[in-house]
């Protein structure tokens, strides 16, 4: 069988490696925004429901992430240090750890469910709409996990096509899921965001087979499977969880951060709760020109590092900053520009499309930020500097976000206005400190390979 392994991604353009996954994140949020849109024709109460039952799913998809993120980037490091066995290692124990992670997540949302979504002060006419809906999206979530630890394998590989034709799939599926259940086509039940959940859940699990199938196809011949019953992984582990729980942290602080704040909105009423839904669905299209771009640096980066090519690394992560600022803040401004003809594509409501279009003003000064943290966070990961983003996070996330968010939200009374003010606060604070870490270069000490001998350090 070919060696794919071979493939220099450290040689790679940022374009080459980065577009597929530019595409694969815009069809994760077509998918997204597909569900927000179809329900919007069916009912706004659903919106709201859905839109905070996904709060709390993204802190659960950020749970998966800490394995996700370690298999990045230590297999991208250990393939620019031409080891691939490592790199196969590595691999198999993340898929049957994130498994295990997924299958028990998977059981507590499903029991618990509805005591999160009354600790969120759910009001209570979306209750049984938001709990049904959790249940069956997170009862599901394993499927998830799988997905997104496959998805890392190959991308680290350089193999980001794959990932997009899979999401592709699953986008198509799932908006012809949509169509069948919400609106009862071809003699099915109208369900709503029953319908939604069910949807969604059929097509991420048609979409893991499939990934499945691009994963022995492309490195099959790097997955030493029998190396699970040799021996306790005990040394794979301790690097996954190196490098993925202060990953982890710092997303998992910025969406437990997010819950808190979802609870003030709820304060405000069902309509700032789905104006912020809408809000968030439109300028996600913005943020996915950081988000892409951060990835496809990290890969970068980590194969630089693992080859040794510090300087490289370093220049790579600052021409990838300045590419994601220009684009997303044009991406911003056009939204903002567009601001009433984009909300009224959701819905007819004036004092939603009013809120709205001011919060989409305000993310002309969001989205620089979001790009700081997006790109600089994700490449001093991957050159192994985890905590640093971890511990500036939590002190930001909650000493401003969070606090602003309430003291301009609710005791000034300016709403979710004050909420995006604080969301501003919160990602150039962090960024700017970022960007003076990355500078400092100390991460040049901190990568998780040992050239000389062949182990890890730590």
């Known amino acids: ?23 694969e994140i815009l069809l994760h949020m077509l998918m997204g925004n597909a569900d927000t849109l179809m329900l919007s024709q069916y009912d706004d109460d659903s919106v709201a429901a859905v839109g905070v039952a996904n709060q709390i799913m993204s802190v659960i998809i950020v749970m998966f992430g800490f394995v996700a993120t370690g298999t990045t980037i230590l297999i991208a490091q250990y393939i620019g240090a031409k080891k691939e066995e490592k790199a196969g290692h590595i691999a198999v124990v993340s898929i049957v750890a994130n498994l295990l992670f997924g299958l028990i997540l998977s059981l507590f ?145 910025y969406n437990a951060s997010q819950m808190v704040i979802t609870y003030f909105i709820a304060m405000m009423g069902t309509t700032a709760l789905t104006t912020r839904v809408y809000a968030l669905n439109i300028i996600m299209f913005a943020l996915l020109f950081a988000i892409a771009i951060g990835q496809g640096t990290q890969i970068l980066v980590g194969h630089l590092i693992g080859e040794k090519r510090k300087q490289e690394a370093y220049q790579r992560c600052l021409r990838s900053l300045w590419i994601a600022m220009t684009i997303s803040t044009f991406a911003a401004t056009t939204f903002a520009i567009l601001r009433d003809e984009i909300l009224s594509i959701f819905t007819n409501n004036p004092d939603i499309i009013q809120l709205g279009g001011t919060l989409l003003l305000l993310t002309i000064i969001l989205e620089p930020g979001r790009a700081f943290n997006l790109v600089v966070i994700n490449s001093l990961r991957a050159a192994g500097d985890v905590k640093y983003p971890v511990y500036i996070g939590i002190a930001v996330m909650w000493g401003v976000a969070v606090t602003v968010s309430y003291t301009a939200g609710i005791i000034f009374g300016l709403g979710l206005i004050g909420v995006w003010i604080a969301m501003i606060l919160d990602e150039w604070i962090r960024g700017l400190l970022m960007l003076k870490r990355w500078r400092s270069k100390k991460w040049e000490q901190m990568s998780f390979i040992d050239h000389k001998d062949d182990t890890e350090v730590g």
């Open 1 to 23: 069988m070919k060696d794919t392994t071979k493939k220099n991604v450290g040689n790679m353009t940022l374009f080459a490696l980065t577009w597929p996954i530019f595409i």
């Open 109 to 253: 949302l499903f029991v618990f469910g509805e005591m999160i979504l009354s600790a969120m002060n759910l009001p209570e006419e979306l209750m049984s709409t938001a709990l049904i809906y959790l249940q069956i999206v997170g009862g599901f979530a394993f499927v998830q996990s799988l997905i997104m630890t496959l998805s890392a394998i190959v991308k680290s590989h350089g193999f980001t096509k794959d990932a997009m034709f899979v999401t592709l799939g699953m986008n198509a599926l799932n908006v012809f899921g949509n169509y069948v259940f919400i609106f009862g086509a071809f003699g099915a039940p109208s369900l709503g965001a029953t319908g939604v959940a069910i949807s969604t859940s059929a097509s991420r699990t048609l979409g893991l087979i499939v990934l499945f199938i691009f994963l022995y196809k492309r490195v099959q011949g790097h997955l030493p499977w029998g190396y699970l019953t040799a021996k306790f992984p005990k040394e794979e582990l301790r690097q996954l969880l190196k490098i993925g729980i202060p990953s982890a942290g710092e997303h998992l602080s």
